[in-house]
C-alpha cells in the first residue's frame, strides 16, 4: 500500500505543479515573516494507510 501511496503523491505533485512536502515549506517561510508561531502536525503515513485500507471492500481491493 505505501508503494502505492507514494507514487499517487508523486504523480498527483506533477499534475498540480508541486512536490510533496512543498506547501508545508510555503507555510513555514510565512509564518517566518509574519512572526506566527506554528505546529507541524501529521500522522505516520502507516496510520493513514491502515485507515485508507479499512475503508476499503474486498472487491475495491481487488483480492
Given amino acids: 500500500m505505501s508503494l502505492i501511496g507514494s507514487w499517487a503523491?508523486?504523480?498527483l505533485?506533477?499534475?498540480v505543479g508541486m512536490k510533496p512536502g512543498d506547501e508545508?515549506?510555503?507555510?513555514?517561510?510565512?509564518?517566518?515573516?509574519?512572526r506566527i508561531?506554528?505546529?507541524f502536525i501529521d500522522q505516520y503515513i502507516e496510520?493513514?494507510?491502515k485507515k485508507f485500507s479499512k475503508s476499503l471492500t474486498w472487491k475495491e481491493k481487488g483480492w
Fill in 9 to 11: 503523491e508523486k504523480k
Fill in 37 to 39: 508561531k506554528i505546529a
Fill in 47 to 49: 496510520v493513514t494507510l
Fill in 24 to 34: 508545508m515549506k510555503k507555510d513555514l517561510e510565512i509564518a517566518k515573516e509574519k
Fill in 13 to 15: 505533485g506533477k499534475m
